[in-house]
């Protein structure tokens, strides 16, 4: 990765800062524990300073993609398509053939990577049982999927 940037598995000491990136891009953590953030993904700048993350929470062959944050500064060097495809990865190894995700500001980021906007009423039910559906994101969020 350029710009001295690593991108690494996210480990539970890292909870704090995977928050703090979060509440810095204006994105929900409630629901984030220290064992919630194994399937997660970081961009780590030299000295160590988490610049970027992203999540997928997997529910049998579905999976939800979730947390996709860079922090401004840091955005346009092609940090969020390396996290998400790291997700996508990670994911598909495991066995999770489609990815689901809500966002109110991204859309079209997550369009440029091949999801596509889909009705709330036709995703699938382990995937709109999630906090993330039921009560952390707006009913106005914007739902896309993708067949990985």
């Known amino acids: 990765m350029s710009d001295g940037i690593v991108i690494r598995d996210a480990r539970p000491d890292d909870l704090a800062a995977i928050v703090g990136v979060l509440t810095a891009c204006q994105l929900p953590a409630a629901d984030l524990t220290a064992e919630s953030i194994a399937n997660f993904h970081l961009a780590e700048a030299e000295g160590g ?14 999976g939800l993609l979730r947390s996709v944050a860079v922090l401004p500064h840091w955005r346009g060097k092609g940090l969020g ?19 689901y995700l809500l966002t109110t500001t991204a859309s079209e980021f997550f369009r ?30 914007d739902c896309l999927g993708k067949k990985l």
Not at 49 to 61: F, M
Not at 131 to 140: K, M, V
């Open 112 to 141: 440029r990577l091949g999801y596509q906007e889909i009705s709330r009423g036709v995703v699938p039910a382990e995937i709109a049982a999630h906090a993330q559906f039921r009560s952390i994101c707006p009913a106005t969020a």
């Open 81 to 99: 398509e390396e996290l998400v495809r790291r997700c996508e990865t990670a994911a598909l190894v495991a066995g999770v053939t489609e990815a």
């Open 49 to 62: 300073q988490l610049v970027g993350v992203a999540g997928l929470d997997r529910a049998g062959s579905r």
